[in-house]
Nanobody, 126 residues
Framework: VQLQASGGGVVQVGGSLRLSCAASGDIFSMLTMGWFRQAPGKARESVAAIAWRGRNTYYADSVKGRFTISTDNAKNTVFLQMKDLKPEDTAVYYC????????????????????WGQGTLVTVSS
């Protein structure tokens, strides 16, 4: 499985960005996609996750109401629409997916994700 994240950049406080993550390879058995982020000097944290069929979603409390995760199943792509960005949203954002064997784990469980993209940097400037 290969994941290619894109869409990061520099945006002012209150601005918006949309991140994309294109999946390829043996993805047909993958059921869940997630977005995670890591700020300088901090641990990686869960941001949002979604089942490919869109029945279940997860959002971190810090992004609820501002971020929206969605999928385009036909294009094997997951998006993270981010609005009302804050300086504390500055981080490298990673997309990830996991083996169906891990589907019993919570969507937010970082340890349950097996395949990771390379990350895309989001910088929110004030």
């Amino acid at each position: 499985v290969q994941l290619q994240a894109s869409g990061g950049g520099v945006v002012q406080v209150g601005g918006s960005l949309r991140l994309s993550c294109a999946a390829s390879g043996d993805i047909f058995s993958m059921l869940t996609m997630g977005w995670f982020r890591q700020a300088p000097g901090k641990a990686r944290e869960s941001v949002a996750a979604i089942a490919w069929r869109g029945r279940n979603t997860y959002y971190a409390d810090s992004v609820k109401g501002r971020f929206t995760i969605s999928t385009d199943n036909a294009k094997n792509t997951v998006f993270l629409q981010m609005k009302d960005l804050k300086p504390e949203d500055t981080a490298v954002y990673y997309c990830a997916t996991r083996s169906p064997l891990r589907e019993g784990s919570p969507l937010a469980s970082i340890e349950s994700y097996d395949y990771w993209g390379q990350g895309t940097l989001v910088t929110v400037s004030s």
